[in-house]
Structures are given as C-alpha cells and as structure tokens.
C-alpha cells in the first residue's frame, strides 16, 4: 500500500533519515517524486535510483497469492478467525463472530445501540484470547465525540465482573484503548492513513471508525453537483486502506 512507511520498504535507517528531512516518509511520497528529484535527495546515481524504485514498489505492491493460500492462512488458527460478540444469535447470523482480516459495516437507524456495541467489542478485544478476546489494544477514531470512558468501565465491570475484579485490571483495559476524535473527512483519512506502524508498535488487534457515515453526511450534500463524486472517492480511498490495514494485519475492522 502506497501509505506504508518507507522504514517498512526495506530501505537503510540512513537514507530513511535523509529522505524524512525531505518529508519523504511514505511510498507514496517517494514514488511521486522524479527520477531526478529522487536523485537529488538521496544522492544517488540513476541506476541506483531505479533499483530504489523497484524495491518501494514491490514492497508497497499487494503480494499475489493463490485461494489455497488464503484458505490455509485462515484455517491456521480457528480460534483468531473471528472476534466472538458474546452475543450467541449474533455470533450464529456472523458464522462465528466479527471476522478478522476483512471490514464489518453495522448500520442502523440512529440510537439502536451502535455505538454501544462498538464500545463492548472494544472491551472484547482486550480481553485474553483464553476467553475469547484478542489480547490486544484497539484504535477508536470517534466521529460523533460520542465515545464515554465511563460507559467503557460500566460495560467491562457488567458484562466481565469475574475478570475485571480489581481498579488495576480495569484501567490496563482502558490504557489499551487508543482513542481519536476525528471530526473531518479530511483528518479520518489522515488518521487511518498513518496507522500502519502504530498497529505494530502498540499491537493493536481492532480498529474502529464511529461513524463513517457521521463526517460524510456533514460534509457531503449529494444534491449539490460534484460533491456525489467526491464523496465516493473518500469512501473508496478509506475503504481502500481499511482494507489493506485488515489484511495485512488479520484484524478486524
């Protein structure tokens, strides 16, 4: 994916050092450059410029892989392959539960409980794989600055009494969540774009948008001329690195 850090490319911590004194800190960034703009800030001749090139573009180029192999990367684990809701009919309709690797959208009419629900998946992702949770942190980006941390402590003590029997098990939990208030299209996309390297160094196991749909209806009006197309080109771009951030990390998202 073209937002991947160039560190993640392969390239030497020098010339990544170089490069970010250029603002050069994606694929991206480095593959729009010319060849003799490239030349310039890394110092290097053509012929090395070039093999730069080919080794960004291959690392940022979506590996190739056949059905068997993403069969058998998903029976790996069983017990990874879905993030369980707790609830047994929802569980039973999802074949198992949210499914890691790939993008759930939950729509409804407003004030059914989405929210709510996101905040209790939010504490299921915490918990140990042992009881059915990721053992892992989570990455909230909050549209409608409708998350609480109260509700958060509420749910986790209700629904989990036995295990969140202590204030220090309680706020490890909440020290797992990462939380962002995004209130702009223009910031969500900023945001999910540069989330690759804190999903490693924070070992994050979901990510969360509330709401997508939240910022689109702020800022689109689909009855103005040009804005359906801009808004579609938001959501196919979010989308886009939503999708790669599951897939490559086997999350659920």
């Known amino acids: 994916m073209a937002a991947k850090k160039l ?19 994606t694929c991206q960034d480095f593959l729009c450059l010319s060849l003799l703009e490239l030349m310039k800030v890394t110092g290097q001749s053509y012929y090395d ?8 573009s291959r690392a940022c180029a979506p590996k190739m892989q056949t059905a068997y192999e993403m069969k058998l990367r ?24 949210v499914p890691c690797g790939s993008l759930t959208e939950i729509t409804s009419p407003p004030g059914c409980g989405k929210t709510q629900f996101c905040i209790m998946v939010s504490v299921l992702a915490t918990l140990p794989i042992s009881m059915g949770g990721l053992d892992g942190a989570v990455i909230y980006i909050d549209t409608e600055s409708a998350f609480s941390a109260e509700r958060l402590i509420e749910i986790a003590g209700n629904r989990f009494p036995a295990y969140f029997d202590s204030d220090e098990k309680l706020s490890c939990m909440t020290r797992s969540i990462h939380l962002y208030r995004e209130l702009t299209c223009d910031s969500v996309l900023k945001r999910i774009m540069s989330l690759e390297e804190e ?28 804005n359906l197309a801009e808004r579609s080109n938001f959501l196919a771009r979010g989308a886009s690195v939503l999708k790669y951030l599951a897939e490559e990390f086997s999350i659920p998202v």
């Open 199 to 226: 999903i490693i160094s924070k070992k994050v196991k979901l990510i969360i948008i509330d709401s997508v749909a939240s910022v689109v209806r702020k800022e689109f009006d689909t009855k103005l001329q040009g």
């Open 49 to 56: 410029v070039q093999k730069l090139l080919c080794k960004v």
């Open 74 to 97: 998903k029976s790996a684990n069983p017990s990874l392959a879905f993030l369980s809701t707790t609830l047994h009919s929802l569980d039973k309709v999802l074949h198992g539960g």
């Open 7 to 25: 560190r993640r490319a392969r390239l030497s911590q020098e010339l990544c050092e170089r490069l970010s004194r250029h603002q050069i800190t």
